[in-house]
């Protein structure tokens, strides 16, 4: 069995975390995840499964099911004993499941994770000497690292572009209809308010059919209700509340959806210029 106090420590901000070897790559659990980014217990977990059809099995993340694999590794209960399953996220998984994050903590723990933790330690079994006497291994080797580095940078760039829309999108003016979110969300109409109500967003009263938005959204200023006139059955006009969403909560929809928006897709909706 792998000893895991063995393995390397590695300093991301001031936290220590030890580096974990799957298959010939470096990987993380959501747990270190969280402790890196200095997020709430189960906050990468949750982000992970609430978008799980957007992770690939085998290049984002892996599943370990066996019991003397998972001992291999150094992993245990809290409690003792070897857990059921482990899931191990790649370079790749912890980009998308820290896609979302946006504060001063995040950006430079990304930069710390992509040159310290995700580097690849090539040729492990050729020593500094043979280095020194083949100048063009050593240059290759220096050459595949400045690749990584840059790879994982632009995939950040990317990141930081679609951050930047949410960020204009959520200090938009304008309300915005069922419909039209999830026109602009690119879900269906009937899926889209399926998944509102399974994940807390809103509800029906008990023989209305009318939607009604969580008192925790609307105190967050995601959602709100609009009392809006309508034309009765008799001719006679009447009102009813109806529920809208704000460009905050787009945004936040986005974020959970993990569906990225684009000036011209969103903009043109909601009368701002790109």
Avoid at 11 to 23: A, F, N, S, V, W
Wanted: neutral net charge.
């Amino acid at each position: 069995m792998e000893d895991s106090s063995k393995r390397a420590v590695v300093q991301i901000g001031e936290t220590e975390i030890q580096k974990i070897e799957y298959r010939d790559q470096q990987v993380v659990t959501f747990a270190m995840i969280d402790k890196v980014h200095g997020r709430v217990d189960g906050t990468a977990g949750r982000t992970f499964r609430e978008n799980k059809t957007r992770f690939v099995d085998g290049e984002d993340f892996c599943i370990l099911n066996q019991p003397d694999e998972i001992r291999r590794l150094g992993f245990t209960r809290p409690q003792g004993g070897t857990p059921a399953t482990v899931v191990l996220v790649t370079r790749r998984g912890y980009l998308k499941v820290t896609k979302s994050l946006n504060d001063d903590r995040a950006w430079e723990v990304f930069d710390q994770m992509v040159e310290r933790y995700f580097a690849v330690e090539q040729q492990r079994s050729v020593t500094a000497a043979d280095l020194l006497a083949n100048p063009h291994q050593l240059l290759a080797i220096a050459q595949g690292y400045a690749l990584q580095i840059e790879d994982m940078k632009r995939e950040i760039t990317v990141m930081q572009k679609d951050v930047d829309v949410l960020d204009r999108i959520s200090k938009a003016d304008g309300l915005f209809g069922i419909r039209e979110a999830a026109q602009i969300l690119q879900m269906q109409e009937r899926k889209f308010t399926e998944w509102l109500q399974r994940n807390g967003w809103c509800f029906r009263h008990t023989g209305n059919r009318a939607l009604m938005a969580y008192a925790d959204k609307r105190r967050a200023g995601w959602m709100t209700h609009k009392v809006e006139p309508y034309s009765k059955p008799d001719g006679t006009e009447g009102t009813r509340e109806t529920l809208k969403f704000t460009p905050a909560g787009i945004a936040q929809l986005a974020k959970r959806l993990n569906v990225v928006l684009t000036d011209g897709d969103l903009f043109s909706k909601i009368g701002e210029d790109a």
